[in-house]
């Protein structure tokens, strides 16, 4: 049966998923915890198809199979980066390909999974924005890299996947549907934490307010980059169109709801955005949402004869920040070898990932 015909299992929020299940096993016959077997499989053991369903009756699985699937990930490459970093190109059942990063860390296993394939934002900084955008993925096609990612990792002896931010291709919160539903599932269906779990956003401010209505704690992450709007619409096209005075009211309005943790990505590039009379307004707006600082140094892309900030500017505007009283760091570029650092992987910024706590 064509693919378009059968439901997403992958796609479905928990409840949902419960209730279709209760009515397919009940419409054949069935008792009820054959509904619970197959959560158990999706959730738990990550089986990778409903064949591999096994404790299902051969006709059950069967039967299943005529009206549903999972969108499961496959493996187009995977990269292994010197410092432990790995980058896998998921090809997705139409042939699109998105990205996932995978960052170990002393403590924290973090996974950069993609909202879609290609993003339309235009960022001048970030290839992706150069690449234009394709199409949005499906909850299920954001779930399936940290299905397919989990597996690889348990495999790999990495260890269990600690964290999530949404900061691979595209931006999220121009995929809403999907990319709540998508957090619904890893939260309630798979038990990743919400604060361990971050959301990245250029400053789309209806999906930063829609965020800050959900009542579990989903970190936010803002792509900053400049602390002033006529700057920042030089390397944020959006800006036009959200202005920052509008996004750092959304942001209040996020940080106003309660125990939401908030980060500002500033990438820093020579002679652009790194002026030291800049950071007096950034320790501002910081301070305005109590958000913690990244610092990340520009990493190279093709089409922009840009240079990351020398280190010592770099860490005079991190000190500058903390004498202002606003917590900064300095971000080491991660698996730059295998193009998965920031910007490189078409990414809004893999390097954020520590200062995305859980
Ligand atoms: S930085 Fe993020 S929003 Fe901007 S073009 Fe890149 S992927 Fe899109």
């Keep these: 049966m064509a693919d378009q015909l059968r439901a997403d299992l992958l796609s479905l929020p928990p409840d949902a998923l419960g209730r279709v299940l209760i009515d397919h096993f009940q419409a054949r016959g069935q008792p009820a915890y054959r509904a619970g077997q197959v959560e158990r499989w999706i959730y738990t053991a990550l089986a990778p198809s409903i064949e591999a369903m096994t404790d299902l009756p051969r006709a ?60 339309a934002m235009g960022c001048t900084f970030c290839a992706t924005g150069w690449g234009g955008f394709r199409r949005q993925l499906s909850a299920g096609e954001i779930v399936a890299q940290y299905r397919a990612s989990r597996r690889w990792a348990e495999a ?25 539903d998508s957090l619904t599932i890893l939260n309630r269906g798979y038990d990743v934490g919400a604060r361990r779990i971050t959301v990245s956003t250029v400053g789309l401010v209806p999906g930063i307010l829609e965020l800050a209505e959900r ?18 619409r030089s390397l944020i096209p959006l800006e036009r169109r959200y202005p920052l005075p509008e996004v750092m009211e959304a942001l209040e309005h996020f940080n106003e709801a309660g125990g939401k943790r908030i980060t500002f990505e500033y990438t820093m590039i020579a002679g652009i955005n790194d002026a030291p009379e800049l950071i007096e307004p950034l320790a501002e707006l910081a301070r305005r949402v109590g958000a913690f600082v990244n610092l ?23 000190a500058g920040l903390e004498r202002r009283g606003v917590t900064a760091a300095v971000r080491e570029s991660r698996g730059r070898d295998i193009d998965a650092a920031c910007g490189q992987l078409r990414a809004h910024a893999l390097v954020h990932i520590e200062g995305t706590r859980g």
């Design 60 to 119: 059950e699985r069967e039967a299943l199979a005529e009206r549903f699937m999972l969108s499961e990930a496959e493996e187009a490459t995977v990269a292994k980066s010197q410092d432990g970093t790995v980058k896998h190109v998921w090809r997705l059942a139409d042939g699109e390909l998105v990205e996932s990063v995978l960052i170990p860390t002393e403590k924290r296993l973090t996974l950069c999974i993609s909202s879609q394939a290609g993003c």
């Design 156 to 180: 790999n002896e990495l260890g269990p996947v600690t964290n999530i931010v949404y900061m691979g291709m595209g931006e999220p919160l121009a995929n809403r549907a999907a990319v709540h």
């Design 296 to 318: 990340i140094p520009f990493n190279p892309i093709p089409y922009q004869d840009w240079h990351a900030s020398p280190p010592a500017r770099i860490r005079a505007f991190a």
């Design 215 to 232: 009542p579990e704690q989903f970190r936010l992450a803002l792509s900053l980059h400049a602390p002033e709007s006529d700057l920042r």
